[in-house]
């Protein structure tokens, strides 16, 4: 039982380049969500998704794409990386149980170190 | 104004001390608050989870709520070396719209020096 894996761990990327992360988890858990972390800014959710072929709005939306075409897997991805993308990117996933009494905990990934130059 | 505030710190202290952290929050309807731990490099981990006011009791840890202040604590008693990491408050939303999203605190940096 892996949890949630995300590959790949670092990348080094230049100004105008795409590249794809993913998100893996073994968990079957219907939530799933990417996140960005910058020193004094904490967690900013980017995307989200309740289900297997959904995808909504984060916090921070702008410049990036995601896709969730398998339950177990949520993809984001950069079209045209900016240095504004340098941070530190997490993939997390929850059962998704709604209503009151319900844990919320959501499961994180390593990280993917991401540096734009 | 942000749902959620949280001391940045760093934080240092010696082995054995008490150690507090704290967050306050903007909105009445937070119903539940829960605390991660992240080391470093590594993803946050869920630490504790409580509901309601008053206090939760972990092992050397304590979670404590006092809705009326709008302020959450995480107490570490006798802290050790090993509890040196980034403690980050979240808040599970309370609106229906979206997927039982967490609103973090930016997260307060602890080192517990030998």
């Known amino acids: 039982n892996a949890g949630v894996t995300q590959t790949p761990k670092f990348r080094v990327l230049k100004t105008g380049q795409s590249m794809t992360l993913l998100c893996a988890q073994d968990?079957?858990?219907?939530?799933m969500y990417w996140y960005r972390q910058d020193p004094g800014m904490g967690l900013r959710l980017i995307h989200y998704?309740?289900?297997?072929?959904?995808?909504a709005k984060g916090e921070v939306p702008d410049g990036y794409n995601v896709s969730r075409l398998k339950k177990q897997n949520f993809l984001l991805g950069l079209e045209s990386a900016a240095p504004s993308q340098t941070s530190v990117y997490f993939c997390?996933?929850?059962?998704?149980?709604?209503?009151?009494?319900?844990?919320?905990?959501?499961?994180f990934g390593p990280g993917t170190r991401l540096t734009v130059l | 104004q942000k749902e959620v505030e949280q001391d940045p710190g760093p934080l240092s202290v010696p082995e054995g001390a008490i150690v507090s952290l704290n967050c306050t929050y903007s909105?009445?309807?937070?119903?539940?608050f829960m605390w991660y731990r992240q080391y470093s490099r590594k993803g946050p981990e869920l630490l504790m989870y409580?509901?309601?006011?008053g206090n939760k009791e972990d092992g050397r840890f304590t979670a404590q709520v006092d809705k009326s202040s709008k302020y959450i604590s995480l107490f570490i008693r006798d802290s050790q070396p090993s509890d040196s990491a980034t403690y980050l408050c979240?808040?599970?939303?309370?609106?229906?719209?979206?997927?039982?999203?967490?609103?973090f605190g930016t997260g307060t940096r602890l080192t517990v020096i030998p």
């Open positions: 968990m079957n858990h219907e939530y």
């Open positions: 409580t509901y309601s006011s």
């Open positions: 909105n009445s309807a937070f119903q539940y």
């Open positions: 998704s309740v289900g297997e072929g959904t995808t």
């Open positions: 997390a996933s929850s059962k998704g149980i709604k209503g009151t009494g319900e844990r919320n905990e959501q499961f």
């Open positions: 979240a808040l599970p939303s309370p609106y229906q719209t979206g997927a039982n999203n967490l609103f």
